[in-house]
């Protein structure tokens, strides 16, 4: 089955990065309407470790043909909104079956 990610929103926390962070060369790459296609259940190619570590259970039980998580917490109940774990500049994807 596959499984189209879309991150749809990037947030950035400058207060807690001038207050928590150390200086970072690189960052996220990834930008806001960027898409992946995962084919069963597999990370897809140039996806972000961190962002997939975040998503790969909710991606491999959509790829199963589960859905509907947490009762009802979704509209579309073969989606899910995940967020990356970066506290400085999160992102959120939408995941969905295609």
């Not at 996806?47 to 909710?58: G, I, N, V």
């Amino acid at each position: 089955m596959k499984i189209r990610i879309t991150a749809v929103r990037k947030a950035s926390y400058p207060d807690l990065m001038a207050k928590y962070e150390n200086p970072v060369e690189h960052t996220c790459d990834v930008l806001e309407g960027q898409e992946w296609i995962s084919t069963d259940g597999q990370c897809p190619k140039g996806m972000c470790p961190s962002a997939w570590s975040s998503m790969r259970e909710f991606v491999e039980a959509l790829a199963r043909g589960e859905g509907n998580f947490y009762d009802g917490w979704m509209k579309n109940p073969m989606s899910a909104m995940i967020s990356c774990n970066d506290g400085f500049r999160p992102v959120s994807f939408y995941i969905e079956v295609i």
